[in-house]
């Protein structure tokens, strides 16, 4: 296969695998879904992979097909920006379990020739990692430059960097975590029961139906979104503002501007994302729990590893606070890892790394920089 059919926007590919999941079961064959920015370089060790999170996608830096609307971070890819793509390939793959091309549950089980629906297998964030070095091995990268990724994305950075250490020179971890928190469980789990309890759902049934469980995905998304952000930015973004209207309703409409706010979040979501994905993907991040496998020591995790890491968190972030992060550079100090860390203040939240965050992309720009040379 030519460097034009493995490489450019808007690529898919069936591969045999096999990926051997965590749950001991075995999925073959598997669809990737992905996109690359810049070229690869005769060594072919010039390549990045970024690994995107929850509800984004692998179109990190063009234009979504479904809304039109540009990738969703276009302020650090492409030329001349932190993460150059004069410099580097960059790759964004469809997470495993997801719903834009990757295998996951919409896609058809080729032994019953359906949608997989709940027959899809759980998944974990490790299965997530195993299945991109399958597709990397197609695209023949051995070594990635770096990888990077925020929140979700993060776990994953953090997962390469730990199941593939030879295969990793750099990770950039950002407001990510090592764990998921009982807090981080719960609110997934009034999510996951919200699009359950919702009729047109099914049973995860629903895709020869007429409809799909939107206002169920709908609530969940409000639910999710409210952890993205922080009181603070809420507060000067809506306070308590009323929406469109000179006086209170004494109604259950949208009064309030945020209410309207998280409505248009929700009702927006359910036309770019499928509702069993949102299930796999939440029930994988609540799964990760990265020192489990190493005794419950962290620093096992990255024992002898030879991969330079950069983790970022936002001091506004309650999701996963920096004092998750500062476990994560803890452990690595045991485990005598070259790590950089920063906290940058902002007050936007969890999502803050998706906006742009002019000292963010500094950080970024300057440990790449440092990797090409040292």
């Not at 990793?168 to 090592?178: D, E, F, K, L, Q």
């Not at 009034?190 to 709908?218: C, F, H, T």
């Not at 920063?342 to 970024?364: C, K, Q, T, Y």
Request: aromatic share 10%; proline share 3%.
């Amino acid at each position: 296969m030519s460097e034009d059919e493995r490489f450019g926007l808007n690529k898919g590919v069936r591969l045999m695998g096999p990926v051997k999941l965590d749950n001991g079961a075995e999925l073959v064959p598997v669809d990737f879904a992905y996109e690359t920015y810049g070229e690869i370089n005769e060594a072919r060790d010039n390549a990045i992979l970024i690994c995107h999170a929850l509800t984004m996608d692998q179109y990190v830096a063009s234009k979504h097909p479904a809304t039109g609307k540009d990738g969703w971070w276009t302020s650090m890819v492409g030329e001349d920006k932190p993460i150059d793509t004069s410099r580097f390939c960059v790759i964004c793959i469809n997470v495993l379990g997801s719903c834009l091309g990757s295998s996951g549950p919409a896609s058809v089980d080729p032994a019953s020739g359906n949608q997989y629906g709940m027959d899809f297998p759980v998944i974990t964030i490790a299965d997530m990692v195993r299945a991109q070095a399958i597709l990397l091995d197609h695209l023949e990268i051995e070594t990635l430059a770096a990888v990077i990724g925020g929140s979700m994305g993060g776990m994953q950075a953090l997962s390469w960097a730990s199941i593939f250490p030879d295969r990793v020179r750099s990770a950039i971890v950002i407001a990510a975590t090592a764990r998921h928190s009982a807090q981080n469980i719960a609110f997934h789990e009034v999510g996951r029961q919200a699009i359950m309890a919702d009729p047109n759902w099914q049973g995860g049934n629903y895709y020869e139906g007429d409809a799909a469980p939107a206002k169920g995905l709908s609530v969940a998304r409000m639910a999710a979104h409210i952890t993205y952000m922080s009181e603070e930015g809420l507060t000067e973004k809506f306070g308590r503002n009323l929406q469109d209207r000179d006086a209170k309703s004494f109604g259950f409409g949208a009064d309030f501007q945020v209410e309207s706010y998280l409505r248009h979040q929700g009702s927006t979501f359910v036309d770019r994302f499928d509702a069993n994905s949102y299930l796999y993907i939440t029930r994988a991040m609540d799964y990760f729990d990265l020192a489990e496998a190493h005794d419950g020591v962290l620093a096992k995790a990255f024992t002898g590893t030879k991969t330079r890491f950069c983790l970022i968190s936002f001091d506004s972030d309650w999701l996963y606070p920096t004092a998750e992060s500062r476990q994560i550079v803890h452990a690595l100090n045991a485990a005598g890892a070259a790590v950089s860390f920063v906290e940058l203040s902002s007050p936007f939240g969890h999502d803050s790394f998706l906006l742009d965050a002019p000292d963010m992309n500094r950080i970024i720009d300057g440990f790449l920089k440092a990797g090409e040379t040292s």
